[in-house]
């Protein structure tokens, strides 16, 4: 079955306990994402990659690091949580598709993650 | 640049009833536009997607957009609303350039099917 997974579903820590959630996906897709969901907000993006060793920056970087070693994985790494980092995170794997002057990238999410940091 | 809003957080519908969710957008380019929706204690859902093909969209579940560039427009709709229809949907731009990608998405707007 095609899937995005996310690792933990849900995770309670304490603020600066360094912590790791995992995203796989196994569509063979080049695109990942993680996102954060917060009430009013809609959801915001965290950082993306566009293959294996390409990240860059979404809208809201601050306080997090990925890394792309391989296709599959898209690990995000909160180094210190601190409570303003308490929210619901998705991650998305992605495919290209149109010509030129027309692509879009239609992605895929996991299940999600709820964090909360105390 | 690229926004989205979504101008009602919350709309409730009868059962049977028409059900229309607006969307609103701005982009520098041309748009690629999508609606998810998401199930309590659900993931996100691709409902559609306009691609600058056919200005009206067809989805799963009976729902349809209809892209409208003269009002910025990709208001979702669906003839009958369903219990099962009861959801968050978040209207979503995609600039995509082919070296970064951004998705946008706007608030979301919160459907209430009532009997």
């Known amino acids: 079955e095609a899937q995005v997974t996310q690792n933990p579903r849900y995770l309670i820590t304490v603020t600066g306990k360094k912590l790791t959630v995992t995203c796989s996906q196994n569509m063979n897709h080049e695109y990942m994402s993680w996102y954060r969901q917060d009430p009013g907000l809609g959801l915001r993006q965290i950082y993306y990659?566009?293959?294996?060793?390409?990240?860059d920056k979404g809208d809201v970087p601050e306080g997090y690091k990925v890394s792309r070693k391989e296709k599959r994985n898209f690990p995000l790494i909160l180094e210190s949580p601190s409570p303003n980092q308490t929210s619901l995170y998705f991650c998305a794997s992605g495919s290209n598709h149109g010509t030129s002057g027309s692509w879009y990238n239609e992605q895929f999410f996991g299940p999600g993650t709820r964090l909360t940091v105390l | 640049a690229q926004s989205v809003t979504q101008l009602d957080s919350h709309v409730s519908v009868s059962e049977g009833t028409p059900v229309l969710l607006r969307c609103n957008y701005s982009?520098?380019?041309?748009?690629?536009l999508f609606w998810y929706v998401q199930h309590p204690n659900k993931g996100l859902q691709l409902l559609l997607k306009?691609?600058?093909?056919?200005?009206l969209v067809k989805g799963i579940n009976g729902f349809e957009a209809e892209f409208k560039k003269s009002e910025t427009s990709f208001h979702l709709t669906k003839p009958s609303a369903h219990m099962s229809d009861a959801a968050e949907y978040f209207c979503?731009?995609?600039?995509?350039?082919?070296?970064?990608?951004?998705?946008?998405f706007g608030t979301g707007t919160r459907l209430q099917v009532t009997l």
């Open positions: 982009s520098s380019y041309s748009p690629s």
């Open positions: 990659s566009m293959n294996v060793e390409v990240t």
């Open positions: 979503v731009v995609s600039l995509f350039t082919g070296t970064a990608s951004k998705l946008t």
């Open positions: 306009y691609t600058s093909a056919a200005t």
